[in-house]
């Protein structure tokens, strides 16, 4: 069985009134790249470790940065949350930290005498 993620026809009825219009040539099937757009940011995944069912990854940080940029994702937020029936609160993590091994400790012993990283020591 298959953990990736594909929208619904349902799903895909209730965003496409908020894509933008395709010039000259059609664009690569929606479906196919926004299910990938989100497999890829719910498992905080890179761009290049999208499964190939969604094609290329470069078609999708494509349409990821170009629609980031002219802020249809966040019409497509506003615009399914105000069609909800009752007012929800939905709070969303799009946090990413990485951490070096030694950034564990903000200050370091050296010679039994504790010394913060932006002190010098006095000689």
Known sequence: MSNLCW????????????FP????RPRVDDRRVLSGIIFVNRNGLRWRDAPAD???PKTLYNRWKR???MGVFARMMVGLAAKADTPKTIMIDATFLKAHRTASS???K???????????RAG
């Open 7 to 18: 929208l619904t026809d349902e799903q895909m009825e209730r965003l496409r009134p908020f």
């Open 21 to 24: 219009k395709s010039h000259g």
């Open 54 to 56: 969604y094609g290329p």
């Open 67 to 69: 629609w980031s940029g």
């Open 106 to 108: 903000l200050r370091v």
């Open 110 to 120: 050296k010679g039994g005498a504790v010394v913060s990283s932006g002190a010098q």
